[in-house]
């Protein structure tokens, strides 16, 4: 099990940038694939971008590829996601999640853990 805290949410202007961070628990951190997922108001959660356990594959939803980038840092037990260019479109709770299959995953059930997630707001 490994515990998984997001931080660097915010409001910011449509064009701007955001870095989101996922401290994780844990000595097993580099045992996970590690994910990132975002919820908008009555909507399902949805598939951002996710990172193999050794930072060398990646995988990004074709609506922030070019805009976003995923990477992790395995001696700080965190994985960030750099937003940039940022649409109206991108606002939602943003979710840090974790998986221990080697198969890099863009569904929901296949990640077993989650953060709390934090809200990512862009005003146009």
């Known amino acids: 099990q490994v515990q998984l805290v997001e931080s660097g949410g915010g409001l910011v202007q449509a064009g701007g940038s955001l870095r989101l961070s996922c401290a994780a628990s844990g000595r097993t951190f580099n045992s996970y694939g590690m994910g990132w997922f975002r919820q908008a108001p009555g909507k399902e959660r949805e598939f951002v971008s996710a990172?193999?356990?050794?930072?060398?594959?990646?995988l990004y939803a074709d609506s922030v590829k070019g805009r976003f980038t995923i990477s992790r840092d395995n001696a700080e037990n965190a994985v960030y996601l750099q937003m940039n260019s940022l649409k109206p479109e991108d606002t939602a709770v943003y979710y840090c999640?974790?998986?221990?299959?080697?198969?890099?995953?863009?569904?929901?059930?296949?990640?077993?853990?989650w953060g709390q997630g934090t809200q990512v707001t862009v005003s146009s």
């Open positions: 990172i193999s356990r050794s930072g060398t594959r990646t």
């Open positions: 999640a974790a998986d221990r299959s080697l198969v890099l995953g863009r569904r929901v059930q296949e990640y077993e853990n």
